[in-house]
């Protein structure tokens, strides 16, 4: 195969932003053949493992009082912002940004309607009871409070998860 000239490699590898450079300079400065640089060149992959939770650890964390009763009173708000999240599956940050005018109930039936942050994607989702159970209780102690769950650092609600689940 020809080697192709360090325009046409640059035109190649346009897509890599700033790695157009750094792969054309050794070709333009005839330093290396394509073939022997483009082995050595490769993107560094990180995957991080999907952790998930089996129905029946999502009912323990629900009905499990002696659990929580165990719990001092911050970790067990963190516990139920946490179940309330595995329950709705939204971002962290559009969980905190949940307002009590996004809950709509129609009939007998519990909606949150949110818009998320990130993408802008409307959403809505039918909420269980235990879920307007947790919305009820923090609504009792919100007082002039918008959002639904109190404000908290997200190092320290990771932190908090750590300590009541590990």
Same mark, same amino acid.
């Given at each position: 195969? @020809?080697?192709? *000239?360090?325009? *046409?490699?640059? %035109?190649?590898? %346009? %897509?890599?932003?700033?790695?157009?450079?750094?792969? =054309?300079?050794?070709?333009? *400065? =005839? =330093?290396?053949?394509?073939? $022997?640089?483009?082995?050595?060149?490769?993107?560094?992959?990180?995957?991080? @493992?999907?952790?998930?939770?089996?129905?029946?650890?999502?009912?323990?964390?629900?009905? #499990?009082?002696?659990?929580?009763?165990?719990?001092?009173?911050?970790?067990?708000?963190?516990?139920? $912002?946490?179940?309330?999240?595995?329950?709705?599956?939204?971002?962290?940050? #559009?969980?905190?940004?949940?307002?009590?005018? !996004?809950?709509?109930?129609?009939?007998?039936?519990?909606?949150?309607?949110?818009?998320?942050?990130?993408?802008?994607? #409307?959403?809505?989702?039918?909420?269980?009871?235990?879920?307007?159970? $947790?919305?009820?209780?923090?609504?009792?102690?919100?007082?002039?409070?918008?959002?639904?769950?109190?404000?908290?650092?997200?190092?320290?609600?990771? !932190?908090?998860?750590?300590?009541?689940?590990?």
């Amino acid at each position: 195969m @020809p080697t192709p *000239s360090p325009h *046409s490699f640059l %035109r190649l590898n %346009r %897509r890599g932003g700033r790695g157009s450079k750094l792969v =054309g300079f050794p070709i333009k *400065s =005839g =330093g290396l053949k394509r073939e $022997i640089f483009t082995k050595k060149f490769y993107v560094c992959k990180e995957e991080i @493992p999907i952790v998930t939770l089996l129905p029946e650890q999502l009912r323990y964390l629900i009905n #499990d009082k002696d659990f929580e009763n165990g719990l001092s009173r911050p970790l067990q708000k963190s516990k139920l $912002i946490f179940v309330f999240g595995c329950t709705v599956a939204l971002r962290i940050s #559009d969980l905190f940004a949940i307002r009590f005018a !996004d809950v709509q109930e129609i009939g007998n039936t519990c909606y949150l309607s949110v818009k998320t942050i990130k993408n802008g994607t #409307d959403v809505r989702i039918k909420l269980p009871e235990y879920a307007k159970r $947790i919305i009820n209780e923090f609504k009792a102690t919100a007082g002039k409070r918008k959002t639904v769950f109190p404000p908290i650092l997200n190092s320290r609600f990771k !932190d908090r998860q750590a300590r009541t689940f590990i």
